[in-house]
């Protein structure tokens, strides 16, 4: 079992920065894909970064490639979204993710451990 604990959400201005972290519980982070996807009211989640399991490769949503950054702390089991050059359109509650399964990284479906989510509000 995994559990996974968001922070780092709040409130910020466009064009400013926040920085998302995910604490997992367990012995195998390391073996785990980590992403980060985000919800707004009324619509689907939708993907925004993951790192591999392997910390190799990381991929991003294009409405985020160049202005937010995944990186993954094996030693904390800590994986983070550094978000930069914020955007209104970034407000949204971010979910972490985690899965050991060897799937497409931006599928729902792939993902066997949630966060509970923390809220992101960028205001123009």
């Known amino acids: 079992q995994v559990q996974l604990v968001e922070s780092g959400g709040g409130l910020a201005q466009a064009g400013g920065s926040l920085r998302l972290s995910c604490a997992a519980s367990?012995?195998?982070?390391?073996?785990?894909?980590m992403s980060w996807f985000r919800q707004t009211p009324g619509k689907e989640r939708d993907f925004v970064a993951a790192s591999s399991w392997s910390g190799g490769s990381a991929y991003y949503a294009d409405s985020v490639k160049g202005r937010f950054t995944i990186s993954r702390d094996s030693a904390k089991n800590t994986v983070y979204l550094q978000m930069n050059s914020l955007k209104p359109e970034d407000t949204a509650v971010y979910y972490c993710?985690?899965?050991?399964?060897?799937?497409?990284?931006?599928?729902?479906?792939?993902?066997?451990?949630w966060g509970q989510g923390t809220q992101v509000t960028v205001s123009s």
């Open positions: 367990g012995r195998t982070f390391r073996t785990y894909t």
């Open positions: 993710a985690a899965s050991n399964r060897r799937l497409v990284v931006t599928a729902l479906s792939t993902y066997n451990y």
